[in-house]
Nanobody, 125 residues
Framework: QVQLVESGGGLVQPGGSLRLSCAAS????????MGWFRQAPGKEREFVAA????????YYADSVKGRFTISRDTANNMVYLQMDSLKPEDTAAYYC??????????????????WGQGTAVTVSS
């Protein structure tokens, strides 16, 4: 099993920035992909960004492309989400997730086996 703990959420004004962090522990050698998802009240969980753990290839939802950047530190088992030019519609609980197999689309939450507890991001003036 892989355990994930997110941090870095908070309240920020529109146009501002936040950096989310996710610490992975346990059987980290089995990680193939790390992803960030978000869920706003009353909405389904949606894909934000993903990174292939070893190769470093990145994927983004169209809604965040050019504003968010996912990165990882494999030596310390960390993944980050730098969020710039934040908008009120980015308000959500953000979840870090680990995929342990190389099957399925990286943007589909059902293919991720481990999830963090989530961290809240609120974008408001």
């Amino acid at each position: 099993q892989v355990q994930l703990v997110e941090s870095g959420g908070g309240l920020v004004q529109p146009g501002g920035s936040l950096r989310l962090s996710c610490a992975a522990s346990g059987r980290t050698f089995s990680i193939t992909t790390m992803g960030w998802f978000r869920q706003a009240p009353g909405k389904e969980r949606e894909f934000v960004a993903a990174i292939i753990w070893i190769a470093g290839r990145t994927y983004y939802a169209d809604s965040v492309k050019g504003r968010f950047t996912i990165s990882r530190d494999t030596a310390n088992n960390m993944v980050y989400l730098q969020m710039d030019s934040l908008k009120p519609e980015d308000t959500a609980a953000y979840y870090c997730a680990a995929r342990l197999y190389t099957i399925g689309a990286v943007g589909s939450p059902q293919y991720y086996q481990s999830w963090g507890q989530g961290t809240a991001v609120t974008v408001s003036s």
